[in-house]
C-alpha cells in the first residue's frame, strides 16, 4: 500500500474516532407481547352496504393476540430514530344474525362467514429531545411516517359468497414521547403517534376521505441487569370515512371504517 493511501486511511480512522467520540450512536430493540381487546369496530363498504359492528356481530368480543416489534437509534443526546412493525391480523367466524350487504353483495342471515380484518403497521419515526440535559425527565416531539396497509374480507363459509377491500397509503402523524424517572432504577412514560387528517394529501389517499389515527401509550417499568421490564396499556383508534374514485368495483367506493382498541402488554428493551 503507498503512503498516501496509508495517510488517507489513517486520517479517516482519526476523523471516524473523533466523530463517534462527539457524536456517540446508541442502538436499541424493543419487544412487546400481549393482547387486544375490541371496545367499538364497524366498517361499512358502499352507501348502500350494512355498517357492520364486528363487536356485537362479527366475533369481535373476545380477546386477540399482538405483538410490536421496533430499534431505535439514539444520535448524539437529542436525535432519535425508529422504526416499528405491528402485526394487526383479527381473524374470526361467526354465523350472521342479519343480512349483511358488502359492496352490492348479500350474506344471508343464518350464513357462516370468515372475517379477516389485517392492518399491520409500519412505521418510520423521529424525535428531538427537548431536555436533554434534565436526568429525571425527557421529553421529546417528532414526525411518523406510517405505511397504511390494509387487507379487508368477507367470505363465506361454503365459498359462495366473497367481498374484499385493499389500500396501501402513507400517512404522517405527529409523535411525542415523555419519561419520568421516579428512582434510579424505576420509571412512568408516555408515547403518542396521532392526526387528524380532513384532506386527502395529509392522510395518504389522492381521494376526498377523511382520516384519523392515535396510538397512544402509558408505561412502567424498571431496569434490570440485561435491559429494561416493562407493562404497558395502549390505546389504538382511529379510521377513515368518504369515497374512493379508483379500482371501486365491485361498489361505489364509500367506505366507513372506525375502529377503538386496547392493548395490555409487557415489553422488554435492550439495551436500555
Do not use: C
Not at 30 to 45: C, P, R
Not at 63 to 80: H, Q, W, Y
Not at 103 to 117: S, T
Not at 159 to 168: A, H, K, L, S
Amino acid at each position: 500500500m503507498s503512503w498516501g493511501k496509508t495517510i488517507l486511511l489513517t486520517g479517516l480512522m482519526v476523523i471516524a474516532q473523533k466523530s463517534t467520540a462527539e457524536v456517540p450512536v446508541r442502538f436499541r430493540t424493543v419487544a412487546e407481547l400481549g393482547f387486544l381487546s375490541v371496545v367499538s369496530h364497524k366498517i361499512q363498504f358502499s352507501n348502500n352496504g350494512t355498517y357492520f359492528n364486528y363487536v356485537e356481530d362479527g366475533g369481535q368480543d373476545v380477546l386477540f393476540p399482538v405483538t410490536r416489534l421496533s430499534a431505535e437509534m439514539d444520535v448524539g443526546k437529542r436525535n432519535t430514530f425508529i422504526l416499528l412493525y405491528q402485526p394487526l391480523r383479527i381473524e374470526t367466524t361467526t354465523l350472521l344474525r342479519n343480512d349483511l350487504v358488502v359492496d352490492n353483495h348479500r350474506f344471508q342471515a343464518g350464513e357462516g362467514i370468515d372475517l379477516l380484518y389485517n392492518f399491520p403497521f409500519y412505521r418510520a419515526s423521529y424525535l428531538r429531545e427537548l431536555l436533554a440535559d434534565n436526568k429525571k425527565w425527557d421529553l421529546a416531539i417528532g414526525l411518523t411516517l406510517q405505511i397504511r396497509n390494509a387487507t379487508i374480507s368477507f367470505e363465506s363459509t361454503d365459498g359462495t359468497g366473497y367481498r374484499t377491500n385493499r389500500d396501501v397509503g402513507i400517512v404522517p402523524a405527529l409523535k411525542v414521547r415523555g419519561l419520568a424517572n421516579l428512582t434510579e432504577n424505576w420509571f412512568v412514560g408516555l408515547e403518542a403517534d396521532g392526526i387528524y387528517a380532513p384532506i386527502s394529501y395529509l392522510n395518504g389517499s389522492d381521494n376526498e376521505v377523511v382520516g384519523a389515527i392515535l396510538d397512544a401509550s402509558l408505561r412502567a417499568g424498571t431496569n434490570v441487569r440485561l435491559g429494561t421490564l416493562f407493562a404497558n396499556v395502549r390505546y389504538l383508534g382511529g379510521g377513515a370515512v368518504g369515497t374512493s374514485t379508483r379500482d371501486i368495483w365491485p361498489g361505489d367506493g364509500y367506505v366507513k371504517n372506525w375502529l377503538h382498541f386496547i392493548i395490555g402488554s409487557l415489553g422488554f428493551v435492550y439495551p436500555f
